[in-house]
């Protein structure tokens, strides 16, 4: 186990071999460098193709194993085409973190079709596309971890957010489907929903809009990414193997 990222779980994921999507920057840089910090080995998934490789060279330079796959989460020839050569170079595969997401905001009566389209693509049909792309290797090996980031939009609602609320209310519906036909091959799939988290993501976010979120919120804070990645971590791990088909949602209990 390398100390590369701060994360606060011990977890030996030492021979596992992990897929995280969107794993350039933010949450999934982060994720991709937790379960590389806990010995497993890591493909590193995301269109840009630049900053990929800046997270790959993060983790190598602690000692840490991972690779870097470009590829676009809506394609689904490029999606297959990833996890074959995962599994084949590692002999098997055993988590998947399905991160990818995009925000493309805007009130329902102004929204445009390709706002509605690209967030739909990328945030559910990349985190279906994936999700059925590992199936096989998982349920040949008789084990395995999805874990899928949601967002409490997806619980609550957003204004503002018709799309993107959408889109992971649909990653939650299929967590809890999923879940249900691969338990029996010991495979779990569970959701991690993000409240307000201090990434790129939110920076965009008018300061006053900030203000007022904290101040709904108990823990009087917005969330660091490594609330989100330890989640993460603990659902991936052998101690959340009797979880399954559960949001775990990590917000300082704003929507509580
Ligand atoms: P981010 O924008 O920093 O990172 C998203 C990554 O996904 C980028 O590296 C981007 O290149 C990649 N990506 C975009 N389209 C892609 C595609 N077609 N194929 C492959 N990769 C693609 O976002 P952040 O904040 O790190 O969010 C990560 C996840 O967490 C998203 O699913 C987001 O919806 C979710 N989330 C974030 C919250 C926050 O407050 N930041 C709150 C709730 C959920």
């Given at each position: ?37 806990c ?40 999606v ?65 971890r999805?874990v ?19 889109s992971k ?13 691969l338990?029996?091959?010991?495979i ?5 929903a ?18 007022g979120?904290?101040q ?29 088909g ?7 209990g704003?929507?509580?």
């Open positions: 186990m390398t100390d590369q990222t701060k994360t606060r779980i011990t977890t030996n994921l030492e021979g596992q071999t992990a897929i995280v999507t969107g794993a350039a920057r933010g949450l999934g840089r982060l994720i991709a460098q937790s379960l590389a910090a010995g497993a080995g890591v493909a590193c998934v995301d269109v840009n193709a630049e900053l990929l490789e800046e997270t790959v060279g993060s983790i190598k330079s602690v000692g840490g194993q991972a690779r870097a796959f470009t590829c676009d989460v809506t394609d689904s020839q490029a297959n085409d990833t996890v074959d050569q995962v599994v084949k170079a590692h002999d098997g595969l055993q988590i998947l973190v399905n991160n990818a997401g995009i925000t493309r905001d805007g009130m329902l009566m102004r929204m445009k079709d390709d706002q509605w389209d690209s967030v739909l693509a990328i945030n559910l049909r990349g985190t279906f596309l994936f999700t059925r792309a590992v199936a096989k290797p998982m349920i040949k090996g008789r084990q395995g999805i899928n980031i949601a967002s409490i939009s997806g619980m609550i609602g957003n204004p503002g957010q018709a799309n993107y609320s959408a209310a649909g990653v939650i519906g299929l967590t809890r489907t999923v879940a249900m036909e338990a029996s091959r010991s779990t799939v569970n959701a991690v993000p409240g307000f988290i201090e990434t790129d993501m939110t920076a965009k976010l008018d300061p006053e809009i900030i203000d979120i904290k709904r919120t108990p823990l009087g804070r917005l969330g660091q990414p490594l609330d989100v990645a330890d989640a993460v971590l603990f659902l991936a791990s052998p101690a959340a193997a009797f979880i399954t559960q949001v775990l949602v990590v917000d300082g704003l929507i509580a």
